[in-house]
């Protein structure tokens, strides 16, 4: 059985999708980490991700040998662990960048197919409930405002930066909205009949109570 979870940057989908797992013993694919790491790959390889135009032949060649393993919440492509480099704000940007990528989204999603085939599984991402899984069993699509997400983002990151400034963070967090929900292929969107669900009032408990809810009534 497969449970989608899509959505924007920073709308908690993420802790949900792992508290959602936890609870219902399911595994977790996170596809976000996969176009990071595809990203980073490209760029180790000597590509120009940013290059105008990219060099779509090279990428295409490149991307239809990459083989994910995603067990035990790694991220590993072709056996190297990109696990650690994953959360830097370059491998954000550059995931962006690479989901704009018609090759690269082919071989993703193909390679996710594959691991989720016959598995409980829950997919979370930007495109799993409208272009990867379109008959998931359950779709959930996670909003939350623009400055709830950036009060999120800052409070995390004045942990380890006394620089960080809310308002630049907003402007980021507004850019990646613009960039995901406008790419021609498999943009970010509700799937018609996914869930909708704006975690901008509520705490990961009341959101979580009203996930396992929505699963119950699926499965009669
Ligand atoms: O969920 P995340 O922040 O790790 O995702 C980083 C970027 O990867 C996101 O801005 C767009 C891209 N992405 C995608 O295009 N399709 C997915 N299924 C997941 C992520």
Redesign the pocket.
């Known amino acids: 059985m497969i449970i989608t979870i ?1 959505g924007y ?1 920073g709308s908690g989908k ?1 802790s949900a999708a792992r508290g959602l797992a936890d609870a219902l013993g399911f595994e977790l694919l ?7 790491a595809a990203g980073l790959a490209l760029q180790d390889a000597g590509v120009n991700i940013y290059a105008d135009p990219p060099d779509l032949a090279r990428i295409a060649e490149l991307v239809a040998d990459y083989t994910f393993d995603m067990a035990g919440g790694k991220t590993m492509l072709n056996g190297v662990d990109y696990t650690e480099r ?1 959360t830097s704000p370059g491998a ?1 940007a550059a ?2 960048k690479v ?1 704009t990528f018609p090759p690269v ?1 082919e071989r ?1 999603k193909a390679e996710q197919r594959r691991i989720a085939a016959g598995r409980n599984m829950i997919c ?5 409930g409208t272009a ?1 899984f379109p008959d998931a069993a359950v779709k959930f699509f996670f909003t939350a405002s623009v400055e709830v997400r950036a009060k999120r983002r800052y409070d995390q990151l004045v942990k380890d930066r006394a620089d960080a400034d809310l308002a630049k963070i907003a402007e980021q967090i507004a850019l ?1 909205d613009h ?2 929900e406008t ?1 021609p292929i ?1 943009p ?1 969107k509700k799937a018609d009949d996914a869930e909708p669900i704006d975690t901008s009032n509520d705490p990961l408990d009341v959101t979580l109570e009203r996930m396992r809810k929505v699963v119950g009534e699926c499965r009669g």
């Open positions: 899509d940057a993420s996170n596809t976000g980490a996969m176009y990071r994953l954000g995931a962006s989901g989204r993703l979370e991402g930007r495109d799993q990867v990646r960039q995901d790419r498999d970010l």
